[in-house]
């Protein structure tokens, strides 16, 4: 029988001290641009060659480190000068976003992760001529967007087998960003190891959970040891610093290439129908239109009460506006509402926000109208963005 060994996390960021603003008006209001107040600061950065080709396929020129501050090599996922003559960037942490100033004229887009990660081909594909930064969190590229050290971040929200990634909608809440895209990538698996390893040599096999979860089958079949860690290509990058021979990592192909790693075997997942979607965050709105198809994210809460969550969705159903993600969540850091009759106080309800995307426009007067049915009766209310929805997979 295979067993899970879970490692500890990295320290998450402080919470920043950030706020819900009131409900938006439902004109163009909301959409208004921020005054320009540019601070260019500098981060570790990579510059990736051929940004084409970094996917899945063709051959990856290496990237280039631009050391713009120095940095501790206290993380034991990271290569240095001595053991690499190609040294790696390193992921931007909580500690280096206070000190750092940006340059160069390229969209600087973060990514949670390491060279090699799925949300590093997401943000080529969503940019492609762009700087991918890495971060070591997911608060770090939420952070870094908001304090303009980078121009955009590109992150996981949901997934076709695992679900929905609930700490990016939480984070959606916490931070003032804004939803100015999308974009579908398919996931494909690999196991990987270093060169001269065998599949019957492995004791081991390091990824992130979901990644685990989502080569169940092959991973029993081989009865291998499961190590949970922060993400796919840092477990590849884990096994090739430390020249591991018992163990290998579920990745992607462009980190084995990265790291130099050997393929032992490809397209490992349960279900070929494995699709990641990210979200495309920045500082500031895009205007929305009615030429192309648009999608419109939402989140709001309600008073309990029978068939309360039955006429919020009222509203977009006699409007006849699709719904194509509905997600709830614990309303945090509020009393809960209602104790119910027993002696033992436990609560009888519990808050929730409702995150909601559906397909139109906010320059669609149906979803104007829609929201103003919605804002008469919801507790809360905020457009978390329109953007072009993307019907494309790569």
């Known amino acids: 029988?295979?067993?899970t060994i879970v490692r500890s996390p990295k320290l998450p960021l402080p919470p920043p001290e950030t706020t819900t603003s009131n409900l938006p008006s439902l004109n163009?209001?909301?959409?208004?641009?921020?005054?320009?107040?540019?601070?260019?600061?500098?981060?570790y950065a990579c510059t990736a060659g051929d940004q084409s080709n970094s996917a899945f396929g063709g051959e990856i020129k290496k990237g280039q480190a631009i050391e713009l501050n120095k940095v501790s090599?206290?993380?034991?996922?990271?290569?240095?000068?001595?053991?690499?003559?190609?040294?790696?960037?390193?992921?931007?942490?909580?500690?280096?976003l206070s000190n750092m100033a940006s340059e160069g004229s390229r969209l600087r887009v973060a990514y949670q992760g390491v060279r090699g990660a799925y949300s590093e081909s997401a943000a080529e594909k969503a940019y492609p001529n762009c700087e991918a930064v890495p971060c070591e969190q997911f608060d770090t590229a939420f952070e870094a967007v908001e304090r303009w050290l980078v121009d955009r971040a590109v992150l996981p929200i949901e997934n076709s087998l695992g679900g929905s990634i609930h700490r990016n909608y939480d984070l959606l809440l916490r931070y003032r960003l804004h939803i100015v895209g999308e974009v579908k990538l398919?996931?494909?698996?690999?196991?990987?190891?270093?060169?001269?390893?065998?599949?019957?040599d492995l004791k081991r096999v390091l990824s992130h959970p979901q990644?685990?979860?989502?080569?169940?089958?092959?991973?029993?079949?081989?009865?291998?040891?499961?190590?949970?860690?922060?993400?796919?290509?840092?477990?590849?990058?884990?096994?090739?610093?430390?020249?591991?021979?018992d163990a290998g990592a579920v990745a992607s192909l462009a980190a084995s290439r990265i790291y130099g790693l050997n393929v032992l075997a490809q397209d490992i997942q349960d279900d070929s129908d494995n699709v990641t979607r990210f979200l495309m965050l920045a500082r500031e709105p895009i205007i929305p239109r009615t030429d192309k198809p648009f999608k419109t994210s939402i989140v709001f809460s309600?008073?309990?009460?029978?068939?309360?969550?039955?006429?919020?969705?009222?509203?977009?159903?006699?409007?006849?506006?699709?719904?194509?993600?509905?997600?709830?969540?614990?309303?945090?850091?509020?009393?809960?509402?209602?104790?119910?009759?027993?002696?033992?106080?436990f609560p009888k309800y519990f808050p929730y926000l409702f995150y909601v995307d559906f397909e139109a426009s906010m320059a669609d007067q149906r979803a104007q109208n829609a929201l103003?049915?919605?804002?008469?009766?919801?507790?809360?209310?905020?457009?978390?963005?329109?953007?072009?929805?993307?019907?494309g997979i790569a």
Do not use: W
């Open 302 to 345: 309600l008073d309990e009460g029978p068939g309360v969550l039955f006429k919020a969705l009222a509203v977009f159903a006699m409007r006849n506006i699709n719904l194509t993600k509905i997600e709830s969540r614990p309303l945090q850091k509020q009393a809960l509402r209602v104790l119910d009759d027993s002696i033992d106080g």
């Open 73 to 96: 090599d206290e993380n034991p996922y990271e290569f240095n000068a001595k053991d690499s003559p190609n040294p790696l960037p390193r992921p931007l942490t909580s500690a280096d």
């Open 211 to 245: 990644a685990l979860a989502q080569c169940e089958n092959t991973l029993t079949k081989l009865g291998l040891v499961r190590e949970a860690v922060d993400d796919t290509a840092g477990a590849a990058k884990y096994i090739a610093f430390n020249k591991l021979k």
């Open 28 to 43: 163009h209001s909301f959409f208004t641009p921020l005054p320009k107040r540019r601070r260019c600061i500098s981060i």
């Open 186 to 200: 398919a996931i494909r698996h690999c196991l990987v190891a270093n060169n001269g390893v065998k599949i019957e």
């Open 372 to 391: 103003g049915h919605l804002k008469e009766f919801a507790t809360f209310l905020r457009v978390l963005g329109s953007y072009p929805s993307d019907s």
């Open 1 to 3: 029988m295979s067993t």
